[in-house]
């Protein structure tokens, strides 16, 4: 099965810089790489995807880039804000054969303001 | 649209007790996930269940857990005989479609077994 793993488990920045998160997977099937953000005490909420077809995608302050050769993805966030503080997973999936996401185990970050 | 709801929020069993956690998904979506996280962890797939049927199990612990999504009512996580390493966060996510994409989470049930 697929296997995500996530770097940095951890992640201070200061209001304004930049942040970046890495995510590797091992199936090479996989073709969908989901973002989620998830606040304390709530459920993860989806805040950007990629598919294997395009190599970057960018929403407002969040961007994130597909390498499927090397097979990672990362995610940006510049410009952060202490709201953006928060644990974020990567996940991936073979969107049309799997019926799950396969999560990395999260990154604190944490915008000290 | 009052998203994908999810009670208790917070669910206290002792050992050897019945835990059940429900999840109501989203109007309109049929597809029903549930998912555990361990704490400092990820989440980990479960189960995926259809209107009155359980498509994917393949996350499941072969015992002690069932769950359902019943024809009228929500969808219901239970978990017999409850261990101190049944303790975690348990999700459900809601879609329209099967697959994947569109996926969106309830605020989670925080199963704490003393």
């Known amino acids: 099965g697929e296997n995500v793993e996530q770097h940095p488990s951890t992640l201070s920045v200061q209001e304004g810089d930049s942040a970046v998160i890495k995510c590797t997977y091992s199936?090479?099937?996989?073709?969908?790489f989901p973002w989620y953000k998830q606040e304390l005490g709530k459920g993860p909420q989806l805040i950007i995807d990629i598919r294997s077809n395009v190599g970057e995608k960018k929403d407002q302050r969040i961007a994130v880039t597909l390498n499927k050769t090397a097979k990672h993805f990362s995610l940006h966030i510049t410009e952060t804000q202490p709201e953006d503080s928060a644990v974020y997973f990567c996940a991936a999936t073979d969107q049309t054969g799997a019926n799950n996401l396969f999560f990395g185990t999260g990154t604190r970050l944490t915008v000290i303001p | 649209n009052a998203g994908v709801m999810q009670n208790p929020r917070h669910l206290v069993r002792r050992r050897g007790q019945e835990a059940r956690l429900r999840c109501s998904p989203m109007?309109?979506?049929?597809?029903v996930y549930w998912y555990r996280q361990l704490p400092e962890e990820g989440l980990k797939f479960m189960v995926y269940l259809q209107k009155e049927n359980i498509i994917d199990e393949s996350g499941m612990p072969k015992e002690r857990f069932s769950a359902e999504f019943p024809k009228e009512g929500p969808s219901i996580l239970r978990i017999q005989q409850v261990v101190r390493g049944d303790s975690a966060a348990y999700f459900c996510a809601s879609s329209p479609t099967g697959g994947n994409y569109g996926y969106t989470f309830g605020s989670g049930t925080r199963l704490t077994v003393v």
């Open positions: 199936d090479s099937a996989s073709n969908y």
């Open positions: 109007k309109g979506h049929s597809h």
